[in-house]
Nanobody, 120 residues
Framework: QLQASGGGLVQAGGSLRLSCAAF????????MGWFRQAPGKEREFVAA????????YYADSVKGRFTISRDNAKNTVYLQMRSLKPEDTAVYYC???????????????WGQGTLVTVSS
C-alpha cells in the first residue's frame, strides 16, 4: 500500500528526492514518516509530518538538510535530501499511521524501502 522510490547513487554534497506513493487507501488523514536502515545498524527515524497543518519533525542528524512534505491530492509524501553525506547511505522506508511520529511501532503501514548510496 506504500511504495517508496527515488533512491540511487549520488556523490557527497548532492541531492535526491524520495517519493512514497500510497495505493488502495487514502493516507491524507495519517501522519507519515521516513526511516532508514544503514548496513549493520538498526532502523532509525529520519522525519515525520502530521496529517493536518503539516507539522514536521526531524532527526538531529538530518535537520537543515532534509525536508519532508506531502501532497494529499496525489497521496504522496516526499523526502527532499540535500547536502548528502556518506553516512546517509541506507535503505529508506516510508511509513504511515494515524498515530505515527518518531517511533517505528507507532506506524501501521510500511513501504518496501529504497536504497540511497552516497559516495565520498
Amino acid at each position: 500500500q506504500l511504495q517508496a522510490s527515488g533512491g540511487g547513487l549520488v556523490q557527497a554534497g548532492g541531492s535526491l528526492r524520495l517519493s512514497c506513493a500510497a495505493f488502495g487507501r487514502t493516507f491524507s488523514s495519517y501522519n507519515m514518516g521516513w526511516f532508514r536502515q544503514a548496513p549493520g545498524k538498526e532502523r532509525e527515524f529520519v522525519a515525520a509530518i502530521t496529517w493536518g497543518y503539516d507539522i514536521t519533525y526531524y532527526a538531529d542528524s538530518v535537520k537543515g538538510r532534509f525536508t519532508i512534505s506531502r501532497d494529499n491530492a496525489k497521496n504522496t509524501v516526499y523526502l527532499q535530501m540535500r547536502s548528502l553525506k556518506p553516512e546517509d547511505t541506507a535503505v529508506y522506508y516510508c511509513a504511515g499511521g494515524p498515530r505515527g511520529w518518531s517511533i517505528e511501532r507507532e506506524y501501521d503501514y510500511w513501504g518496501q524501502g529504497t536504497l540511497v548510496t552516497v559516495s565520498s
